[in-house]
């Protein structure tokens, strides 16, 4: 399944390349297991996946599917980079290019890869698991036990956003960044949400 298409590398290699490695080729394969979490005096682990919206169509083999064209354009780029951090924490940037200009949407990192439908993709993922789910409770459905990565574009439809939390992934836990149609809820009952799935980007995250 060569579904995705990422290069992990670490600071060593990023600092002697002097270059951030984007993957676009097709086809490549590699196990999360090959970037495991280094010890403090290590280089720190990366993962970049730089791609762009394919048609829903295509959602067994794309790196990246729109399941909304209007909103999340065929063709428009996406990049997420997830860094381990030295401190035990974890650092996730989402940049976006080519979207509807000056609006909010909501992202998040979610479960299970992409596939045809927007609910493949499963629930956020989550470091303290919410016993009850769906998720709604502010409790667990927060940006601390969560990541959000929300964006908001600018006048030519390019955006950036950044999250840090204190904890790593559980290993295969965490497959996909999921784009939506609004800014993400924090209230009671509502928490975490933030309307329908307009696209999805399959990330191995660490
Ligand atoms: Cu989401």
């Known amino acids: 399944m060569p579904r995705h298409k990422f290069t992990v590398m670490n600071k060593g290699v990023l600092l002697s390349a002097g270059v951030l490695a984007v993957a676009t080729g097709a086809g490549l394969m590699a196990t999360a297991g090959a970037a495991e979490p280094q010890e403090a005096k290590g280089p720190v682990p990366k993962i970049v996946v730089g791609t762009v919206f394919a048609p829903v169509s295509l959602a067994p083999y794309a790196q990246a599917v729109t399941y909304n064209t209007d909103l999340v354009p065929v063709a428009a780029r996406v990049q997420v980079k997830e860094e381990l951090r030295r401190s035990g924490g974890t650092r996730i940037e989402l940049r976006v290019r080519d979207l509807d200009e000056n609006r909010v949407y909501g992202a998040h990192v979610h479960t299970k890869p992409c596939g045809k439908l927007p609910a493949d993709a499963g629930p956020h993922y ?19 036990n969560e990541v959000w990565l929300d964006l908001t574009t600018n006048k030519d439809g390019s955006a950036r956003s950044i999250a840090t939390v204190d904890w790593r992934f559980r290993e295969g836990g965490a497959r996909s960044v999921v784009i939506h149609e609004m800014a993400t809820s924090t209230h009671e009952g509502h928490a975490g949400t933030a309307g329908a799935r307009l696209a999805c980007v399959n990330v191995p995250f660490m």
């Open 126 to 144: 989550q470091n303290e698991l919410d016993p009850v789910q769906p998720s709604v409770d502010p409790d667990f459905a927060n940006p601390h």
